[in-house]
């Protein structure tokens, strides 16, 4: 009978942590508890919700193995708030990917299929000429500066795809599609990094020639032709991935590096 009794509390403390993980969850997820602010200390979580401390502790466990806190020990400790954004859905996903061993093709595959879609949408804002434009005339700019060393220009026009898709207008797109477009970032980065180290870096022509391909689509964008615009980043994209599918042929996806958490957490 005791050891019934402590079975029961030890569950009636699970569903506890678990009903106050699910409120403080759902507050991070309207927006009540901002990105980057901290969790109210245990004292008060125990007399809000009327709980023992272990059912804070293990709510604060759950919320940390979820992503949504990073817990600090300590005298300064606390629990800081981290609400889910597009880098911590593309590094899921990722991680989704690898652990399945999708290779690098297939990822290119899919990224060809939906970012031209997401091109083209961007040229149908009503207000690219102002929202769009001239951030990727930026971009365009930083990769003219970069085409000299080969790594860098790559990180430029990775840059350029990025921020090109974070424009799309449809919500649910644009999470999706960016997210595969970071992940495809970190390989083509890592393509780029071995190929500088074996001097077998695409030639400057090559490098000018998928300038013109960013230069064409920006002016696309800014004519509002979206047809032309998917038909370019299609020929542009199976044209530069290429270089990339035909060495990391066999490769499976790499996100859980420290190249590709980086580049999530920069998401």
């Excluded at 991680?95 to 040229?123: F, H, I, N, W, Y």
């Excluded at 799309?168 to 970071?182: G, H």
Aim: glycine share 8%; proline share 3%; hydrophobic share 40%.
């Amino acid at each position: 009978m005791e050891r019934a009794g402590a079975q029961h509390a030890k569950i009636s403390q699970m569903r506890m942590a678990e009903l106050v993980a699910s409120a403080l969850r759902d507050r991070i997820l309207d927006g009540g508890i901002v990105d980057g602010s901290s969790l109210p200390k245990q004292d008060e979580l125990v007399e809000e919700f009327g709980v023992s401390y272990p059912s804070v502790r293990e709510a604060l466990r759950i919320l940390e193995t979820e992503g949504f806190i990073t817990v600090r020990r300590g005298n300064r400790g606390g629990a800081i708030v981290h609400a889910p954004d597009i880098g911590t859905a593309g590094y899921a996903l990722g991680l989704t990917l690898q652990a399945m061993q999708v290779k690098v093709p297939d990822l290119g595959a899919a990224l060809a299929t939906l970012e031209p879609q997401s091109a083209a949408r961007c040229a149908e804002r009503t207000d690219r000429e102002k929202a769009v434009v001239p951030r990727l005339e930026e971009l365009l700019a930083e990769c003219d500066d970069r085409i000299g060393d080969g790594a860098a220009f790559t990180r430029a026009s990775r840059e350029f795809h990025d921020v090109l898709v974070g424009f799309d207008p449809n919500a649910t797109l644009r999470v999706v599609v960016e997210s595969l477009t970071s992940l495809w970032s970190v390989q083509e980065e890592a393509w780029a990094d071995a190929q500088m180290s074996r001097g077998a870096y695409p030639s400057p022509e090559d490098r000018e020639i998928a300038q013109r391909a960013h230069r064409q689509l920006v002016r696309s964008i800014a004519k509002g032709d979206a047809r032309k615009v998917e038909r370019v980043a299609r020929e542009h994209l199976t044209a530069t991935q290429h270089w990339v599918c035909r060495t990391f042929e066999d490769r499976v996806i790499d996100a859980a590096s420290s190249r590709s958490r980086l580049r999530f957490r920069r998401g």
